[in-house]
């Protein structure tokens, strides 16, 4: 889907330098969290997720952090290539395990690299 | 492998027109999820279905909005009498499980999404 979007605030970075890209959610009882990237014209591709029970993860150059006394997760991207230009979406399970994995979408960041 | 495949990729529809939006999820998945995307806006979450449960439809805005999966496979999204509110992507998604968590099979996997604009 494409997100052309006024209101999505943006964060250039140059090519070569680190992203943080914060996300705050409002659910306490949510326990799990996920990153997605949105090309345009594409679904959203999964990136990398995180439970409650930890407070980081790292995959390859991503790393979720989650800080859950001030409900705030944050992306960090290493080294930043032109293909990660996409707008990114942060998603958290709110419900509990017996009302299934439906998730609710923060409003997303748009990330722009320059070469 | 085959990804989540949905159809059609675009879709013009007049005001007051019944529309029905098709999603194939990955072979062997069990869980299924609608999801719509407004023009600017995140995701909203519509309908799930897990095996041969009961959906859940708690996302569903009106009920001219119907989903029905087939066999435990197929799934299709039907919107009786569109309005011009109802543009937006439609976006389907699967899983491995319904259980929160990806790395309990619980990673969702979307589809291009289908591109509805009500005129």
């Known amino acids: 889907g494409e997100n052309v979007g006024l209101h999505l605030p943006t964060l250039s970075v140059q090519e070569g330098d680190n992203s943080i890209i914060n996300c705050a959610y409002s659910?306490?009882?949510?326990?799990?969290f996920i990153w997605y990237k949105q090309e345009s014209g594409k679904g959203p591709q999964f990136i990398i997720d995180i439970r409650s029970n930890m407070d980081k993860r790292q995959g390859q150059r991503v790393t979720v952090l989650l800080n859950k006394t001030v409900k705030h997760l944050s992306l960090q991207i290493a080294a930043t290539q032109p293909g990660d230009s996409a707008v990114y979406f942060c998603?958290?399970?709110?419900?509990?395990?017996?009302?299934?994995?439906?998730?609710?979408f923060g409003g997303g960041t748009r990330v722009l690299v320059k070469p | 492998g085959a990804g989540v495949s949905q159809s059609p990729s675009n879709k013009v529809t007049e005001k007051g027109k019944d529309v029905e939006l098709r999603c194939d999820p990955i072979?062997?998945?069990?869980?299924l999820y609608w999801y719509r995307q407004s023009l600017g806006q995140g995701l909203e979450f519509l309908i799930y279905?897990?095996?041969?449960?009961?959906?859940?439809k708690s996302g569903l805005p009106s009920d001219r909005f119907s989903a029905e999966r087939t066999g435990g496979s197929v799934s299709t999204l039907t919107i009786q009498r569109t309005q011009q509110e109802d543009s937006a992507v439609y976006l389907c998604?699967?899983?491995?499980?319904?259980?929160?968590?990806?790395?309990?099979?619980?990673?969702?996997?979307f589809g291009p999404g289908t591109r509805l604009t009500v005129t």
């Open positions: 659910n306490s009882a949510s326990d799990y």
């Open positions: 279905f897990q095996g041969n449960s009961a959906p859940d």
């Open positions: 998604a699967s899983s491995r499980s319904g259980v929160a968590g990806g790395f309990m099979g619980g990673e969702q996997y």
């Open positions: 072979s062997g998945h069990t869980a």
């Open positions: 998603a958290e399970n709110r419900g509990p395990k017996a009302a299934g994995n439906k998730l609710t």
